[in-house]
């Protein structure tokens, strides 16, 4: 396991604590204990300092470090240094904290064995108790800490849903925009080719139509990427029902009949749905302009309880409906597919396919 330059830092500070408490304690043993103390002489400083120094690697190898300040602990005491369990405290927490758990409790078991020399029943009694005192406190730290761990890993991964989110939703609005407003300016710049020569009012009306349909693109395009750089006010109005009008008026440029009506009372819709709504309408006239074949397209607002139903449909002939259908189901995940992505997201279903009188037909039901 790596280690961060700031963990190698904390763990540094933490050794050269632990080496700064213990040999102050050893040292000052004969000022507590009178002629009873003594200090733990050379070998018993350079065990205390080699406890303290083997926490440098506590993280990247905690039952390893914990055998060695176990056995030089034992060893200082055994020299006479009576304050000389800081480091094992500190290596036995760790390793119950990286999952050593067997390793920890063994150690708990050698050093209480190693006491009980010349120690009283009451004086092992309280040890024990300490014992299971200190291994309850670090089992209980370490639920603590993995239900932190968990919970850190539970929000990154909100965040890396709702980013995920947010990048389909960007995604399906390039696709939109750019798909709908080239299929205009498609149309239209072969209407121009072919009518330049014989009638040169009908090339520069659709010039002309070119010239505003990639204006209103590119400031629709502005839009989507200034959300993206998360800029304060949007470029282009919000899309919405009441911009269907300009869809329809874009597929008339491109010689395509739209008509828009709405039944039931038309009411504020919430922002999701009412965006939604625009875009699977202009989804839809793009697929119409594009693959139906037709030359005309109803939209209808259905506005009836607590739903919006929206109805496009086209004149288109039924294999051309049909190969619409397949591209947009089987293809890069947009079009078709991107109206249901849509749809599903707010609660709602879209149901695409020919109409049995002829042509194709987009019905989505939206809660709203």
Same mark, same amino acid.
């Given at each position: 396991?790596?280690?961060?330059?700031?963990?190698?830092?904390?763990?540094?500070?933490?050794? !050269?604590?632990?080496?700064?408490?213990?040999?102050?304690?050893?040292?000052?043993?004969?000022?507590?204990?009178?002629?009873?103390?003594?200090?733990?002489?050379?070998?018993?400083?350079?065990?205390?300092?080699? +406890?303290?120094?083997?926490?440098?690697?506590?993280?990247?190898?905690?039952?390893?470090?914990?055998?060695?300040?176990?056995?030089?602990?034992?060893?200082?005491?055994?020299?006479?240094?009576?304050?000389?369990?800081?480091?094992?405290?500190?290596?036995?927490?760790?390793?119950?904290?990286?999952?050593?758990?067997?390793?920890?409790?063994?150690?708990?078991?050698?050093?209480?064995?190693?006491?009980?020399?010349?120690? +009283?029943?009451? +004086?092992?009694?309280?040890?024990?108790?300490?014992?299971?005192?200190?291994?309850?406190?670090?089992?209980?730290?370490?639920?603590?800490?993995?239900?932190?761990?968990? =919970?850190?890993? &539970?929000?990154?991964?909100?965040?890396?849903?709702? !980013?995920? $989110?947010?990048?389909?939703?960007?995604?399906?609005?390039?696709?939109?925009?750019?798909?709908? +407003?080239?299929?205009?300016? #498609?149309?239209?710049? #072969?209407?121009?080719?072919?009518?330049? =020569?014989?009638?040169?009012?009908?090339?520069?009306?659709?010039?002309?139509?070119?010239?505003?349909?990639?204006?209103?693109a590119l400031t629709e395009l502005r839009s989507v990427l200034g959300a993206l750089?998360?800029?304060?006010?949007?470029?282009?109005?919000?899309?919405?029902?009441?911009?269907?009008?300009?869809?329809?008026?874009?597929?008339?440029?491109?010689?395509?009949?739209?008509?828009?009506?709405?039944? &039931?009372?038309?009411?504020?819709?919430?922002?999701?749905? =009412?965006?939604?709504?625009?875009?699977?309408?202009?989804?839809?006239?793009? #697929?119409?302009?594009?693959?139906?074949?037709?030359?005309?397209?109803?939209?209808?607002?259905?506005?009836?309880?607590?739903?919006?139903?929206?109805?496009?449909? $086209? $004149?288109?002939?039924?294999?051309?409906?049909?190969?619409?259908?397949?591209?947009?189901?089987?293809?890069?995940? #947009?079009?078709?597919?991107?109206?249901?992505?849509?749809?599903?997201?707010?609660?709602?279903?879209?149901?695409? &396919?020919?109409?049995?009188?002829?042509?194709?037909?987009?019905?989505?039901?939206?809660?709203?």
């Amino acid at each position: 396991m790596t280690t961060t330059a700031r963990q190698q830092a904390a763990d540094a500070a933490l050794a !050269a604590l632990v080496i700064g408490v213990e040999l102050a304690a050893a040292l000052a043993t004969p000022h507590w204990h009178g002629a009873k103390g003594s200090q733990p002489g050379t070998f018993g400083i350079i065990l205390l300092v080699t +406890s303290g120094l083997a926490l440098l690697a506590r993280r990247r190898y905690p039952g390893a470090v914990l055998a060695v300040v176990l056995g030089t602990t034992l060893g200082a005491t055994a020299l006479g240094a009576r304050a000389a369990w800081l480091a094992l405290i500190v290596a036995f927490f760790t390793a119950v904290l990286r999952g050593r758990r067997a390793a920890a409790i063994a150690s708990l078991v050698i050093g209480y064995g190693a006491s009980l020399w010349n120690t +009283s029943a009451e +004086s092992a009694l309280l040890l024990a108790a300490g014992l299971v005192t200190l291994l309850s406190v670090a089992e209980l730290t370490r639920v603590a800490s993995a239900r932190a761990a968990a =919970d850190r890993r &539970g929000r990154e991964e909100a965040r890396a849903r709702r !980013a995920s $989110d947010e990048r389909l939703a960007i995604a399906r609005d390039l696709h939109d925009v750019v798909a709908h +407003s080239i299929s205009v300016i #498609n149309v239209q710049a #072969n209407t121009a080719l072919h009518l330049m =020569d014989r009638q040169p009012d009908r090339a520069r009306e659709a010039l002309t139509a070119i010239r505003e349909v990639s204006g209103q693109a590119l400031t629709e395009l502005r839009s989507v990427l200034g959300a993206l750089r998360d800029t304060a006010a949007p470029l282009a109005p919000t899309p919405g029902v009441a911009r269907l009008d300009e869809l329809a008026a874009r597929a008339r440029a491109a010689g395509f009949a739209v008509s828009v009506a709405a039944e &039931g009372t038309a009411r504020p819709l919430p922002a999701g749905v =009412d965006a939604a709504a625009y875009r699977i309408v202009q989804e839809a006239l793009t #697929n119409a302009v594009r693959h139906s074949g037709g030359h005309a397209a109803s939209v209808l607002l259905r506005y009836s309880g607590d739903d919006l139903t929206i109805e496009v449909s $086209d $004149d288109g002939a039924a294999g051309a409906a049909a190969a619409a259908e397949a591209a947009g189901a089987t293809g890069s995940g #947009n079009g078709l597919a991107g109206m249901a992505e849509r749809a599903r997201a707010l609660g709602g279903t879209v149901d695409v &396919g020919p109409r049995p009188g002829g042509g194709f037909r987009v019905l989505a039901r939206l809660p709203g």
